[in-house]
């Protein structure tokens, strides 16, 4: 673990090196990453992640192109113009896709680290307003929930938020206001600046807690609810659509396959039910189970 790090880091280092008064004059056209960058955890500067975006890309470019190059020079129907401009085309496209993932994935991880803090906020504010129950101060509270993983990402705020109180010497309602700036949960976000209200006004805590972990819940259960009819309903479109559909699809081209319009027609028939079956309903199968998946307020 130790070696993959340092060699993570090396190459962080020689990309900035190699890129970073070049992409300089291109950091405009990005500012939207920055945000995104804050909100999920990536700690590194804007500049810092486009010179790594840039040296992947590039590093994908010069080690695809000679490969596939040379892969075409034994294909055959290529010639040296063909499978040079092929090689180059396709590992443009490659190199697009790595620098595009590039620019995509904070926003991606920013969307996870929100789906999970949403789902493990209701328990986790029940487990704070538990603990304020015992008059711990502030401090003590976020401690507490920080060794406590269950909770994911908010585990992983909480820790952060003790970190900057105890290694850093802010006081709870900067550290508060820090771990609001870059939240990507809006509730997660209101949540601690009612915090940080509470305390500042010298108000009761643990019925703040107690409170927000009730209308938590019942945002909980309302999504639970919403969620349950809305897979009802994604189950009678299967049901009628793929299932039923594919049954009468090969029904119909059975009974029209034996009116014997010919060979070749009936071996088309049996190709396409043989992809219907064994093909079609297995990937729109996989498809619909990863919608539902997608869409399921459970999934973290």
């Known amino acids: ?10 190459y962080k280092k020689i990309s900035y090196k190699l890129f970073s008064s070049w992409v300089e004059k291109y950091i405009p056209y990005f500012e939207s990453l920055k945000p995104d960058l804050k909100k999920a955890n990536i700690k590194i500067s804007l500049r810092e ?3 790594l975006a840039f040296m992947t890309s590039i ?7 000679p490969f596939v190059f040379v892969i075409t020079l034994f294909a055959p129907g290529f ?9 180059f085309s396709l590992s443009i496209v490659f190199a697009a896709g790595i620098f595009l993932f590039f620019y995509m994935y904070p926003s991606i991880t920013v969307n996870e680290r929100k789906k999970n803090i949403d789902f493990t906020l209701p328990f986790a504010t029940l487990y704070l307003a538990t603990i304020s129950g015992s008059n711990a101060p502030p401090k003590t509270i976020f401690k507490i929930l920080s060794e406590f993983e269950d909770y994911g990402e908010i585990s992983k705020e909480a820790k952060e938020i003790s970190k900057n109180i105890d290694l850093f010497g802010m006081n709870v309602t900067d550290a508060l206001k820090k771990a609001a700036s870059k939240s990507p949960s809006e509730d997660f976000k209101e949540l601690l600046w009612g915090i940080n209200t509470t ?4 108000g009761d805590l643990s019925s703040y807690l107690h409170e927000k972990a009730t209308i938590f819940m019942q945002d909980y259960r309302r999504r639970m609810t919403e969620y349950s009819q809305r897979m009802s309903t994604m189950l009678e479109i299967y049901i009628t659509l793929i299932i039923v559909g594919s049954i009468f699809f090969i029904v119909m081209s059975s009974m029209i ?6 060979q070749s027609f ?6 396409s039910q043989f992809l219907v079956i064994f093909l079609g309903l297995p990937l729109i199968s996989i498809g619909f189970i990863i919608l539902l998946k997608k869409m399921s ?4």
């Open 257 to 262: 396959s034996a009116f014997g319009i010919g």
């Open 297 to 300: 307020p459970l999934s973290r």
């Open 59 to 65: 590093l994908v470019f010069i080690l695809e192109f």
């Open 199 to 202: 305390i500042s006004s010298g």
């Open 266 to 271: 009936v071996e088309l028939v049996v190709i």
């Open 49 to 51: 992640y486009l010179s």
């Open 79 to 87: 010639s040296v113009l063909m499978g040079f401009i092929f090689s």
């Open 1 to 10: 673990m130790p070696l993959s790090s340092d060699i993570i880091e090396w």
